[in-house]
């Protein structure tokens, strides 16, 4: 410094700080010699602490208001330099403002999945990301154990070793915690609760405490929760045998209302029961404690068409045609047709039909 910084210095006698950065945790208060005149103003504003350290020894700490700087208010430093002068001289100290608010919105969050045991899952990794807030309650211990003689130490000087030791001390509570995977969207608060005062005394050792820990999310790994939705889309589904059962009678209605696509319903019905057969045979492996169940029985003949008021209609199988003879529907001079007839035939004239007519009083004479 020049000769104008030292006039300067040993001018003023005010020594304060205004914030010029949030961000700002530590200051430290620069005078030419490290010299403050005796009898000086010192301001300490709320938000603020004040620390006098002397040969890099901790002299006093002064909380929020106005001080003259004397020998009656200053008694560790006088003790540490030993003046025997009435305290006349400049005191030769360093004056660090240490910010005492609220630190908000800090992030944590694991860098690497955490590997848990799920007591329904079995092994699964999680990932967990968050907020904090922090203030520094010993302005002292802060200098002594982390600043030094740093001139200016910010929030983010530290904020990388405070997310180390959140995520550290969170994947171990995590871990003994023991709550299920499913549960743990109910339990963010409580696992706050917890590790507030899990990483207390942490925070304490450099003078800090953490008053405030959210987990705002826990989740898996994204092929993981593919898996997951899809387990749970089954879970919707229910019973697979009786979804199936529904599907199929789904497609038969559909066949039905579409005369031309018989062949095709027909292979379609073939496949299903082929691919029936193949998840059967998957589910027997992956499951053998549960109970054999038998093949589905073999398709039977292809059903009949019938002309029905100038109209083709099916193709209908005998149980249909029974429903149709009983309701006069199907009569001995219907016409009637199947693959592998050479044309349109009375059902009268069908042996499988007229057994069924057999069955049906004839219609009323008119």
Not at 40 to 69: C, I, M, S, W, Y
Not at 87 to 94: G, L, V, Y
Not at 342 to 365: D, K, M, Y
């Amino acid at each position: 410094m020049g000769l104008w910084d030292k006039l300067r210095g040993e001018l003023i006698d005010i020594v304060q700080w205004t914030e010029d950065r949030p961000d700002t945790l530590v200051h430290r208060f620069e005078r030419y010699g490290n010299e403050i005149k005796h009898g000086a103003k010192l301001v300490v504003r709320e938000g603020q602490a004040a620390v006098f350290v002397n040969e890099g020894k901790l002299a006093d700490v002064f909380r929020p208001g106005t001080f003259t700087l004397e020998t009656r208010n200053l008694p560790i430093l006088s003790t540490l330099l030993g003046w025997k002068y009435g305290f006349e001289s400049p005191i030769k100290a360093e004056v660090y403002f240490v910010t005492t608010r609220v630190f908000t919105d800090q992030k944590w969050g694991t860098k690497n999945p955490i590997m848990l045991r799920d007591p329904e899952f079995g092994p699964v990794r999680l990932r967990a990301f968050g907020t904090y807030t922090f203030r520094v309650t010993e302005p002292g211990k802060l200098i002594q154990e982390v600043v030094g003689t740093d001139g200016r130490f910010a929030s983010g000087d530290i904020a990388e070793q405070l997310r180390n030791m959140i995520v550290a001390r969170f994947s171990d509570g995590l871990g003994e915690s023991k709550i299920p995977m499913l549960d743990l969207a109910g339990k963010y608060d409580e696992l706050g609760a917890f590790m507030t005062g899990r990483i207390g005394p942490e925070f304490a050792s450099y003078g800090l405490e953490i008053s405030k820990f959210l987990v705002e999310n826990i989740s898996l790994p994204p092929e993981v929760e593919a898996a997951l939705d899809k387990r749970s889309s089954m879970g919707i589904i229910g019973n697979l045998n009786a979804y199936t059962q529904f599907q199929a009678a789904n497609a038969l209605t559909d066949a039905a209302k579409n005369p031309g696509g018989a062949a095709a319903g027909g292979m379609g019905m073939g496949m299903g029961v082929i691919m029936a057969g193949q998840l059967g045979q998957s589910v027997g492996a992956a499951g053998a404690q549960q109970a054999a169940v038998p093949p589905p029985l073999p398709a039977g003949p292809a059903g009949f068409f019938v002309g029905l008021g100038g109209q083709q209609s099916g193709p209908f199988d005998l149980a249909a045609l029974r429903g149709m003879a009983s309701a006069g529907q199907l009569r001995a001079d219907t016409l009637v047709w199947r693959a592998g007839m050479a044309q349109w035939t009375p059902a009268g004239q069908v042996a499988e039909i007229a057994a069924l007519l057999g069955q049906s009083p004839p219609p009323l004479p008119k």
